[in-house]
């Protein structure tokens, strides 16, 4: 069953004739007789008594109401997709890391809400994990995540590297670690941490690490709060290791401290800067939605003019803008 032939349908009944329905669909009477004759067969029964007034069968009259809905559902869908793309969504929603909604994001909406100011913006404070999952389920429409290369390498995806940035030690002022610049994982591994909850990739990284040293992670307590860390923190001499962008109002707070960790010692006798990749991700079926694509690009535009211009991460961390499609 295909719509022309629901629409035939109606015609023909509103009209009483196969003539009329031509001129009013702008067809010929020839294609109204098949489209009919079609649904006809398709259903197993005669709409029409055919005749002068092509009056409907007791088929045609259980039809009518059911053809009737299905043709306004239609009509409403048509208009709800032509509405997506004239940029006339009704809601954008955003799932993203607690340090990019506190520290990063805020600029951004701004501006989309400015653009769209008739698109209700929607964002939810996630660990990476759980935003990637509500993206893959449709409940979002992008998701900013520190990368997964395991759940983000999927076709349907596409990727923007927005910035890399180093973790480091947020201790208490007094903390016996602040007599180092660099802390050693040996040092590190003697103090109970705070870590985020599970479904967090920073979780996954810290214990990841940890292992490659081969040390004890001794993880005390489960967060999922940057004050919450903060609070914690303060009080003595439990240590976390955290990315620079959930660091930032530490730095201004005298009664924590911040100390870079020693580089990670690999298997291959290297050594490299613990860190973590923050992207951007999205369907490739959502771009195509104006105030979505939009957003994407507000996006990769302000962390690039932010790093290139105030550069709060190693220069050597900062990723470079662009996207990558998996």
């Not at 001129?23 to 029409?48: A, D, N, Y």
């Not at 009704?90 to 701004?110: F, M, R, T």
């Not at 690490?209 to 914690?232: I, Y």
Request: net charge neutral.
């Amino acid at each position: 069953m295909r719509i022309e032939q629901i629409e035939a349908f109606l015609t023909v009944a509103r009209t009483g004739s196969f003539q009329k329905a031509a001129s009013s669909c702008g067809v010929t009477q020839s294609t109204i007789s098949r489209q009919i004759q079609s649904l006809e067969k398709h259903l197993g029964l005669p709409l029409f008594h055919r005749g002068a007034n092509n009056k409907l069968t007791f088929a045609g009259d259980q039809l009518l109401p059911h053809a009737k809905r299905i043709l306004a559902e239609w009509q409403n869908a048509q208009t709800e997709i032509g509405q997506l793309l004239e940029g006339k969504q009704s809601e954008l929603c955003v799932a993203a890391i607690h340090s990019v909604c506190a520290h990063y994001l805020p600029p951004v909406l701004q501006q989309f809400c400015e653009l769209y100011p008739q698109v209700q913006l929607r964002v939810t404070s996630l660990g990476s994990d759980r935003s990637l999952k509500v993206l893959r389920d449709g409940l979002v429409d992008l998701a900013i995540v520190m990368d997964n290369p395991r759940l983000t390498q999927q076709p349907e995806l596409v990727v923007d590297a927005l910035y890399q940035e180093k973790i480091q030690v947020l201790m208490a002022a007094n903390h016996p670690l602040t007599q180092y610049d660099l802390v050693p994982w040996a040092a590190l591994a003697e103090y109970p941490q705070a870590m985020f909850k599970d479904g967090y990739g920073m979780q996954r990284l810290v214990q990841e690490k940890f292992q490659v040293q081969n040390l004890e992670l001794k993880a005390v307590l489960e967060l999922n709060t940057l004050d919450a860390f903060r609070g914690v923190i303060r009080q003595g001499k439990i240590v976390s290791l955290l990315p620079q962008g959930a660091l930032v109002e530490a730095q201004e707070d005298a009664s924590l401290a911040i100390r870079d960790l020693a580089d990670l010692q690999l298997c291959d006798r290297n050594s490299v800067v613990l860190s973590r990749q923050v992207v951007m991700v999205t369907a490739q079926d959502r771009l195509l939605i104006p105030p979505i694509a939009n957003f994407r690009r507000l996006v990769r535009d302000y962390f690039r003019d932010y790093f290139s211009e105030r550069c709060p991460v190693e220069p050597a961390l900062v990723a470079k803008s662009g996207v990558s499609s998996f």
